[in-house]
Protein backbone atom coordinates (compact mmCIF):
# COMPACT_ATOMS: atom_id res chain seq x y z
CA UNK A 1 0.00 0.00 0.00
CA UNK A 2 1.47 2.72 -1.19
CA UNK A 3 1.82 6.74 0.85
CA UNK A 4 -1.18 9.02 -0.12
CA UNK A 5 0.26 11.93 -2.46
CA UNK A 6 0.09 15.48 -0.52
CA UNK A 7 2.03 18.58 -1.95
CA UNK A 8 5.58 19.24 -0.24
CA UNK A 9 4.44 22.54 1.16
CA UNK A 10 1.77 25.30 0.63
CA UNK A 11 1.69 28.96 1.84
CA UNK A 12 -0.31 31.58 1.86
CA UNK A 13 -1.06 34.86 3.72
CA UNK A 14 -2.60 35.98 7.23
CA UNK A 15 -6.19 35.89 6.59
CA UNK A 16 -5.94 34.19 3.20
CA UNK A 17 -7.38 30.46 2.58
CA UNK A 18 -5.35 27.50 1.99
CA UNK A 19 -6.09 23.87 0.75
CA UNK A 20 -4.11 20.75 1.19
CA UNK A 21 -4.94 17.62 -1.04
CA UNK A 22 -4.40 14.09 -0.37
CA UNK A 23 -4.56 12.08 -3.14
CA UNK A 24 -5.30 8.04 -2.97
CA UNK A 25 -6.74 5.84 -4.51
CA UNK A 26 -10.12 3.58 -5.11
CA UNK A 27 -8.82 1.41 -2.08
CA UNK A 28 -8.05 3.87 0.13
CA UNK A 29 -9.57 7.42 0.06
CA UNK A 30 -12.17 6.78 -2.39
CA UNK A 31 -13.69 3.98 -1.13
CA UNK A 32 -14.20 4.89 2.57
CA UNK A 33 -15.18 8.01 4.40
CA UNK A 34 -12.14 7.63 7.00
CA UNK A 35 -9.76 10.49 6.17
CA UNK A 36 -8.61 11.98 9.23
CA UNK A 37 -5.73 14.95 9.37
CA UNK A 38 -3.01 15.72 11.88
CA UNK A 39 -1.09 18.82 12.60
CA UNK A 40 2.28 18.60 14.07
CA UNK A 41 4.61 21.56 15.17
CA UNK A 42 8.34 20.83 14.61
CA UNK A 43 9.50 18.51 17.70
CA UNK A 44 5.54 17.92 18.85
CA UNK A 45 3.12 15.32 19.22
CA UNK A 46 0.96 14.76 15.99
CA UNK A 47 -2.71 16.29 16.89
CA UNK A 48 -6.22 15.34 15.47
CA UNK A 49 -7.45 17.65 13.67
CA UNK A 50 -10.56 16.55 10.94
CA UNK A 51 -11.64 12.80 11.12
CA UNK A 52 -14.48 10.95 9.54
CA UNK A 53 -13.66 13.41 6.16
CA UNK A 54 -14.97 16.24 7.48
CA UNK A 55 -15.49 15.99 11.52
CA UNK A 56 -13.56 18.23 13.50
CA UNK A 57 -12.97 17.08 17.36
CA UNK A 58 -13.72 19.16 20.27
CA UNK A 59 -11.17 22.16 20.83
CA UNK A 60 -9.88 22.32 17.03
CA UNK A 61 -11.16 25.91 15.37
CA UNK A 62 -13.88 25.93 13.14
CA UNK A 63 -11.48 27.51 10.26
CA UNK A 64 -10.35 24.02 10.08
CA UNK A 65 -12.62 21.97 7.52
CA UNK A 66 -11.86 19.09 5.55
CA UNK A 67 -13.71 17.66 2.46
CA UNK A 68 -13.25 14.47 -0.01
CA UNK A 69 -13.99 14.08 -4.08
CA UNK A 70 -13.43 10.73 -5.65
CA UNK A 71 -10.30 9.08 -4.43
CA UNK A 72 -8.67 12.90 -3.08
CA UNK A 73 -9.54 14.34 0.13
CA UNK A 74 -8.74 18.21 1.41
CA UNK A 75 -7.85 20.43 4.07
CA UNK A 76 -8.86 23.90 4.13
CA UNK A 77 -7.54 26.64 6.54
CA UNK A 78 -9.32 29.61 6.27
CA UNK A 79 -8.54 33.02 7.64
CA UNK A 80 -5.06 31.57 7.99
CA UNK A 81 -3.35 32.69 10.92
CA UNK A 82 0.24 32.60 12.36
CA UNK A 83 -0.42 29.76 14.56
CA UNK A 84 -1.18 27.19 11.92
CA UNK A 85 2.37 26.92 10.08
CA UNK A 86 3.32 23.07 10.86
CA UNK A 87 2.96 20.32 8.92
CA UNK A 88 0.08 18.52 7.87
CA UNK A 89 -0.74 14.53 7.58
CA UNK A 90 -3.66 12.84 5.92
CA UNK A 91 -4.49 9.17 7.09
CA UNK A 92 -7.30 7.02 4.88
CA UNK A 93 -8.30 3.70 6.58
CA UNK A 94 -7.58 1.18 3.23
CA UNK A 95 -9.50 -1.86 4.30
CA UNK A 96 -8.70 -4.83 6.80
CA UNK A 97 -4.73 -5.52 5.62
CA UNK A 98 -3.93 -2.02 6.22
CA UNK A 99 -5.85 -0.38 8.21
CA UNK A 100 -3.87 2.89 8.08
CA UNK A 101 -2.17 4.77 5.59
CA UNK A 102 -0.75 8.05 5.89
CA UNK A 103 0.08 10.71 3.59
CA UNK A 104 3.46 11.85 2.15
CA UNK A 105 2.79 15.15 4.37
CA UNK A 106 2.72 19.04 3.80
CA UNK A 107 4.70 22.33 4.99
CA UNK A 108 2.20 25.18 5.47
CA UNK A 109 4.06 28.13 5.54
CA UNK A 110 1.90 31.42 6.48
CA UNK A 111 4.07 34.33 4.51
CA UNK B 1 -7.84 12.73 31.08
CA UNK B 2 -6.65 9.75 29.59
CA UNK B 3 -2.55 10.14 28.84
CA UNK B 4 -0.07 7.71 27.37
CA UNK B 5 3.49 7.52 27.96
CA UNK B 6 5.81 5.35 25.91
CA UNK B 7 9.63 3.90 27.53
CA UNK B 8 12.24 1.86 26.68
CA UNK B 9 16.11 1.78 25.67
CA UNK B 10 16.69 5.47 23.18
CA UNK B 11 19.52 2.91 21.79
CA UNK B 12 19.40 -0.51 20.27
CA UNK B 13 21.69 -2.51 18.26
CA UNK B 14 21.42 -3.81 14.35
CA UNK B 15 19.46 -7.22 14.20
CA UNK B 16 18.61 -6.87 18.14
CA UNK B 17 14.94 -6.45 19.50
CA UNK B 18 13.23 -3.26 19.86
CA UNK B 19 11.46 -3.36 23.23
CA UNK B 20 9.32 -0.42 24.25
CA UNK B 21 5.83 0.26 26.81
CA UNK B 22 3.38 2.24 27.12
CA UNK B 23 1.81 3.00 30.03
CA UNK B 24 -2.12 4.48 30.59
CA UNK B 25 -3.12 6.52 33.16
CA UNK B 26 -6.18 8.76 33.64
CA UNK B 27 -8.39 5.75 31.94
CA UNK B 28 -8.75 2.36 31.01
CA UNK B 29 -7.97 0.25 28.45
CA UNK B 30 -10.88 -1.65 28.65
CA UNK B 31 -12.71 -0.39 25.76
CA UNK B 32 -15.24 -1.76 23.12
CA UNK B 33 -14.70 1.52 21.47
CA UNK B 34 -10.96 1.90 20.71
CA UNK B 35 -7.98 -0.01 20.73
CA UNK B 36 -4.46 0.22 21.13
CA UNK B 37 -1.68 1.39 18.79
CA UNK B 38 1.54 2.47 17.67
CA UNK B 39 2.94 4.73 14.78
CA UNK B 40 6.60 6.17 14.70
CA UNK B 41 8.21 8.94 12.34
CA UNK B 42 12.14 8.66 11.38
CA UNK B 43 13.84 11.42 11.57
CA UNK B 44 12.74 14.10 9.00
CA UNK B 45 10.40 11.85 7.96
CA UNK B 46 6.64 11.37 7.57
CA UNK B 47 3.97 9.01 10.00
CA UNK B 48 3.90 5.21 9.88
CA UNK B 49 1.69 3.24 11.37
CA UNK B 50 3.13 -0.09 13.01
CA UNK B 51 -0.23 -1.52 14.21
CA UNK B 52 -2.47 -1.99 17.18
CA UNK B 53 -3.87 -4.30 19.70
CA UNK B 54 -7.59 -4.81 21.13
CA UNK B 55 -8.21 -5.39 24.86
CA UNK B 56 -9.20 -9.07 24.27
CA UNK B 57 -5.21 -9.48 23.46
CA UNK B 58 -5.68 -9.45 19.45
CA UNK B 59 -3.54 -7.76 17.47
CA UNK B 60 -3.20 -6.10 13.54
CA UNK B 61 -0.10 -5.08 11.87
CA UNK B 62 1.71 -2.79 9.13
CA UNK B 63 1.86 -5.73 6.34
CA UNK B 64 5.52 -4.07 5.25
CA UNK B 65 5.90 -4.38 9.74
CA UNK B 66 4.31 -8.01 10.32
CA UNK B 67 7.14 -10.32 10.40
CA UNK B 68 8.72 -8.00 12.79
CA UNK B 69 6.39 -6.81 14.84
CA UNK B 70 4.24 -8.19 17.92
CA UNK B 71 1.84 -5.81 19.99
CA UNK B 72 0.36 -6.94 23.12
CA UNK B 73 -1.75 -6.10 26.17
CA UNK B 74 0.47 -6.28 29.68
CA UNK B 75 -0.70 -8.01 32.58
CA UNK B 76 -1.70 -5.07 34.39
CA UNK B 77 -3.85 -4.14 31.69
CA UNK B 78 -2.46 -0.88 32.24
CA UNK B 79 0.17 -1.04 29.90
CA UNK B 80 0.74 -2.34 26.02
CA UNK B 81 3.77 -3.35 24.31
CA UNK B 82 5.76 -3.14 21.06
CA UNK B 83 8.35 -5.17 20.26
CA UNK B 84 10.17 -5.26 16.97
CA UNK B 85 13.06 -7.38 15.92
CA UNK B 86 15.87 -7.49 13.90
CA UNK B 87 16.31 -3.78 13.78
CA UNK B 88 18.71 -1.76 10.97
CA UNK B 89 18.62 1.94 11.01
CA UNK B 90 15.84 2.46 9.43
CA UNK B 91 14.04 1.60 12.35
CA UNK B 92 15.24 4.83 14.11
CA UNK B 93 12.09 6.62 14.44
CA UNK B 94 10.34 8.85 17.34
CA UNK B 95 7.88 5.88 18.62
CA UNK B 96 4.41 7.14 19.42
CA UNK B 97 1.91 5.48 21.30
CA UNK B 98 -1.96 6.17 21.70
CA UNK B 99 -5.39 5.51 21.50
CA UNK B 100 -7.35 4.20 17.67
CA UNK B 101 -10.78 4.96 17.11
CA UNK B 102 -12.34 1.09 16.42
CA UNK B 103 -14.48 2.19 13.85
CA UNK B 104 -12.90 5.61 12.35
CA UNK B 105 -9.96 5.13 12.14
CA UNK B 106 -8.30 7.68 13.51
CA UNK B 107 -5.56 8.13 16.73
CA UNK B 108 -7.44 10.62 19.23
CA UNK B 109 -5.04 10.61 21.94
CA UNK B 110 -1.27 10.49 21.81
CA UNK B 111 1.68 9.89 23.54
CA UNK B 112 4.55 12.23 24.07
CA UNK B 113 6.81 9.63 21.80
CA UNK B 114 10.02 8.50 22.00
CA UNK B 115 12.93 8.51 20.26
CA UNK B 116 14.75 4.94 19.62
CA UNK B 117 18.25 5.14 17.95
CA UNK B 118 19.58 1.69 15.88
CA UNK B 119 23.39 2.05 15.91
CA UNK B 120 25.80 -0.17 17.48
Known amino acids: QSALTQPRSVSGSPGQSVTISCTGTISDVGAYNYVSWYQQFPGKVPKLMIHDVNKRPSGVPDRFSGSKSGNTASLTISGLQAEDEADYYC???????????FGTGTKVTVL | QLQFQESGPGQVKPSETLSLTCSVS??????????WGWIRQPPGKGLEWIGG???????YYNPSLRSRVTISIGTSKKQFSLRLSSVTAADTAVYYC????????????WGKGTTVTVSS
Open chain 2, 53 to 59: VYYSGAA
Open chain 2, 98 to 109: GRLSNYNYYMDV
Open chain 2, 26 to 35: GGSISSSTYN
Open chain 1, 91 to 101: CSYAGSYTPYV
